[in-house]
């Protein structure tokens, strides 16, 4: 099977936030679908933090990000857990209906927990709108426009992950490493790049860089 077609598949990048207690938490997600009028589904992996936050509070956020958010939410958001630390430190963020919104956004919808559906490595969350609202007029991200702009890769936990090796890919011309932690595709010699160089995606440090032999 090609699995790359299933990049086809269209998707917007978001943020889905909880509160642990007093402690602001959340996700980057792709996996987010208006499912009837006043119902969104959102899929979280068994093992984020998230998923176990949003079943204690029972109430979670649905954050749309924009092409103008700052890649660095993504890098924390999206390869950190909340399990280390509070990810919200840092970036400008607000309460609604009791649920941390980040504003470097297009927006957010809140929602109450109605129904979690439990799959082989995900559960399936289902919510009903109880709020939400626009922040301005930008152009909410696409997964393409982070694919092929940002240049970024999803982690293991994302539903939409594909191995390197099943992706069938060209053989490269000249040196490429990759990041071990959000797989972003380094093109030349990064022992070139100067010690304090990261990661344009995750922000991590030039030391999780590995090099692809291709035999
Ligand atoms: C572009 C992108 C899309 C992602 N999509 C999902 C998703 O749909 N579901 C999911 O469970 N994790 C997804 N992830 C991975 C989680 O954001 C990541 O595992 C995060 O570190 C979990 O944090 P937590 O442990 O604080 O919940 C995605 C990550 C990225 C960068």
């Given at each position: 099977m090609n699995k790359k077609i299933l990049w086809d598949i269209s998707y917007g990048v978001y943020v889905v936030s909880s509160l642990d207690k007093e402690k602001p938490t959340g996700c980057i997600i792709n996996t987010a679908v208006q499912l009837t009028e006043n119902k969104i589904g959102v899929c979280i992996n068994h093992n984020n933090y998230t998923n176990s936050i949003i079943k204690e509070n029972k109430n979670f956020a649905l954050t749309i990000l924009s092409e103008k958010t700052n890649p660095d939410i993504i890098a924390t958001f999206g390869f950190a857990s909340g399990r280390e630390k509070n990810k919200f430190?840092?970036?400008?963020?607000?309460?609604?209906?009791?649920?941390?919104?980040?504003?470097?956004?297009k927006g957010y919808i809140a929602l109450k927990l109605v129904q979690a559906v439990e799959l082989e490595t995900h559960t399936f969350f289902i919510g009903e709108i109880i709020d939400g609202d626009v922040f301005n007029d930008e152009i909410p991200m696409t997964y393409k426009y982070y694919h092929d702009v940002i240049k970024g890769r999803a982690p293991k936990a994302a539903p939409t992950y594909i191995a390197p090796e099943d992706l069938n890919e060209a053989k490269p011309m000249g040196k490429r490493f990759r990041c071990k932690v959000c797989g972003y595709i380094y093109e030349g010699d990064i022992e070139k790049e100067p010690p304090n160089f990261v990661c344009p995606v995750c922000k991590q440090p030039k030391s999780v860089f590995e090099e692809i032999l291709y035999a």
């Open positions: 430190d840092g970036f400008e963020y607000k309460m609604f209906d009791n649920l941390p919104v980040l504003l470097n956004s």
